[in-house]
């Protein structure tokens, strides 16, 4: 994942270069391949790059062909291709990334361009063609991606933006997260809403809330899922899957093994070809897109013979020994990497410092993440694919089940957002198919009330995805069925239990009791409750001492975010 930082709004860009470069050397860890910046008339976009997709030629910002439109993004953009053959006219690319088509639609549809991406993306863009010169910044619908915005007291008719709170926390005393699915434009100051898919319907409950009535389509979940994968797959760089074991990860992986074994066998007919055009004599003329460099979508996809999987947990943990169970079925090239409880405390002011919260429950989960991410970067992986998000859209947690009715579960799905990675679930064609769905059938129960279907199969949490792939449309099952109906774990469970025991002891250990009955004068707002949270928001306090950084800290982030933090 890429880093920006961008000001807007600036008298003197030339003199304040430096410092924004500054504020951009402090998220490098998001993009080690390159940094590039440009300063406009009163604007800096600054970019940190990791390269994915159009390796050679894809160095941000970008700037068009006529010099006045400046780009840079963090993300992907899975429908570039499709895009690029939509335009109007003719432009002239100057790269292969998939992000420089964001230019030629904003030329074509101004600010609307980002209800036609397809990704995970957050970017910054000037337009030095009109006066004054004009900045629209995005985040991606589902808020993959992060992205933050701050004002300075200082310079009181700036704007910035950044992929990561600690960039701006030196030079703006008010910044916020920037809201998913909105869009930003400089020429009115205003931040509007560009995503509202047919599932939503704003910030409406009870009876006034519209619930989806569809019933399940099961194949074409199953499909819709299948082809969100794929498009993930877009990449010129070794990639691989996160394998905990769990359904939804063991899923991606069952998809994912699937479609490499495609590409794989694809390619060694394309070989076959070649080698028999070699000896029949030469190959007709290349047309001239293709001679021109012109991209398909199955050539930005990169193929290992086999797939590679990864896991990681405290030795003899759940999710490592049903990670190798999943792997040993699936045929994936599989990497299991086991820690101790002391080097998870080790790295938890890393994990605080990379993840800039002190949410307890997100410091328990992403500290074996961070540790597993570290290892995959070493091997030269760039990209991994991810399970999350099914448990917000299923209902995967096992307090769903609470949910008094229909309504209040769709509630409880809709609110739990804001997620970074590769992740098929939150594509956004899968989401209208799934969040489509009727919550009667996402709904369930536990222990004796529990009932199954006709086939036998527990209405457990998730049911219309596990029954959606209970099937082997090519005579192999996705999954052996111990795992394709395997209840859900915590991760932080999964890795091993006496994990959290660890940090509770710890915390126990290096928070006195007198430090911490006076933790409400210390801390008013966000007291913590409870030791371990003491200690966690007293590092986090050490790291960003702002109150601007305490006030903007995240409470929920996906773990999987390490892998792009590392």
Request: negative net charge; charged residues 25%; contains cysteine.
């Amino acid at each position: 994942m890429c880093g920006i930082v961008a000001a807007h709004g600036i008298d003197n860009p030339a003199a304040h270069r430096p410092r924004l470069i500054a504020c951009a050397k402090k998220i490098r860890h998001r993009g080690p391949d390159w940094s590039g910046c440009y300063s406009g008339k009163q604007t800096i976009l600054a970019h940190e790059r990791l390269a994915i997709v159009g390796v050679d030629t894809g160095a941000q910002p970008i700037v068009s062909t006529d010099g006045k439109i400046i780009l840079a993004v963090n993300g992907e953009i899975y429908n570039h291709v499709k895009l690029r053959a939509s335009l109007k006219e003719r432009y002239a690319f100057k790269t292969h990334s998939d992000c420089e088509v964001i230019i030629p639609l904003y030329m074509e549809h101004g600010k609307d361009l980002c209800s036609l991406l397809d990704g995970m993306f957050s970017f910054v863009l000037l337009d030095e063609s009109v006066s004054p010169p004009r900045v629209i910044a995005a985040r991606d619908p589902i808020g993959i991606t992060t992205l933050y915005q701050g004002r300075s007291s200082a310079r009181p008719g700036a704007v910035y933006f950044a992929s990561e709170l600690k960039a701006l926390v030196d030079e703006c005393d008010d910044i916020i997260s920037f809201p998913p699915g909105h869009v930003y434009d400089s020429a009115d100051d205003s931040t509007t809403r560009y995503y509202t898919p047919p599932w939503w319907d704003g910030d409406r409950e009870g009876p006034h809330a519209v619930v989806p009535t569809a019933k399940a389509d099961l194949t074409l979940l199953r499909e819709t899922l299948e082809e969100a994968v794929r498009k993930r797959l877009m990449s010129e760089v070794p990639y691989g899957v996160l394998l905990s074991g769990g359904l939804d990860s063991s899923l991606i992986a069952a998809i994912a093994a699937r479609e490499t074994d495609k590409v794989a066998q694809a390619q060694i007919e394309a070989r076959k070809k070649k080698l028999a055009e070699a000896q029949s004599g030469p190959p007709s003329p290349m047309s001239p897109a293709l001679a021109n460099g012109a991209i398909t979508e199955y050539a930005t996809i990169a193929s290992w013979p086999q797939l590679h999987s990864f896991s990681i947990g405290l030795e003899n943990s759940p999710d490592l020994i049903a990670a190798r169970k999943a792997a040993s079925y699936l045929g994936t090239v599989h990497h299991e990497y086991v820690f101790t409880v002391q080097e998870g405390l080790d790295a938890i002011p890393d994990v605080i410092y990379h993840l800039e919260t002190f949410d307890v429950t997100t410091v328990r989960a992403s500290t074996p993440m961070y540790l597993l991410s570290r290892k995959i970067k070493a091997m030269g992986v760039k990209m991994v694919l991810s399970g999350e998000g099914s448990d917000e859209i299923f209902g995967g947690y096992l307090y769903f089940h609470a949910a008094p009715d229909a309504p209040s579960f769709h509630q409880e799905s809709t609110m739990a957002w804001g997620l970074e990675a590769r992740v098929p679930f939150l594509d956004k064609k899968f989401l209208d198919v799934a969040m489509g769905v009727d919550p009667k059938e996402k709904m369930f129960s536990k222990g004796a009330a529990q009932q199954v279907d006709e086939d036998g199969c527990p209405r457990m949490e998730k049911y219309i995805l596990r029954k959606a792939f209970d099937c082997a449309p090519d005579g192999k099952p996705y999954l052996p069925r111990s795992i394709l109906w395997r209840q859900k774990e915590q991760f932080s469970d999964g890795v091993g239990y006496s994990w959290i025991d660890g940090m509770k002891d710890h915390a126990a250990a290096v928070v006195s009791d007198e430090a911490f009955a006076k933790r409400a004068e210390r801390w008013p707002v966000s007291t913590p409750d409870t030791k371990e949270a003491y200690w966690i928001r007293e590092i986090f306090d050490g790291l960003f001492p702002q109150e601007a950084a305490a006030k903007t800290a995240v409470r929920y982030v996906s773990f999987i975010a390490f892998f792009h933090l590392t």
